[in-house]
């Protein structure tokens, strides 16, 4: 059974960067052909994906963050970050980690860590 779970710091101050690890057992992360992926979902708005770091160890984020946002790995410690720098208010969510698998064209997500809340102020 794979689990994952995320930590960090709950309060990040304005301009600075948000850092998230999540903690991967029961699986590996360079398992063929998973796709570990960050999810963020602002208060009282929907899912938003960030991006993933795929098994090979490739990169792929979400446009609207592209430019913020870097997802590395560990595979030594079967962990992956996320850092995204310059937050603002607006960046305040929980965020998850979670794996991802293509199917149907679709990037499904059948495991999830329980999340964690991270909240921008100063």
């Known amino acids: 059974q794979v689990q994952l779970q995320e930590s960090g710091p709950g309060l990040v101050k304005p301009s600075q960067t948000l850092s998230l690890t999540c903690t991967v057992s029961?699986?590996?992360?360079?398992?063929?052909?998973?796709?570990w992926s960050w999810i963020r979902q602002p208060p009282g708005k929907g899912l938003e994906w960030i991006g993933y770091i795929a098994y090979t160890g490739s990169t792929y984020y979400s446009p609207s963050l592209k430019s913020r946002t870097s997802i590395s790995r560990d595979t030594s410690k079967n962990q992956f970050t996320l850092q995204l720098s310059s937050v603002t208010p607006e960046d305040t969510a929980v965020y998850y980690c979670?794996?991802?698998?293509?199917?149907?064209?679709?990037?499904?997500?059948?495991?999830w860590g329980q999340g964690t809340q991270v909240t921008v102020s100063s």
């Open positions: 979670a794996r991802g698998e293509y199917g149907g064209g679709y990037l499904n997500f059948g495991y």
């Open positions: 029961g699986g590996s992360i360079t398992t063929n052909y998973y796709y």
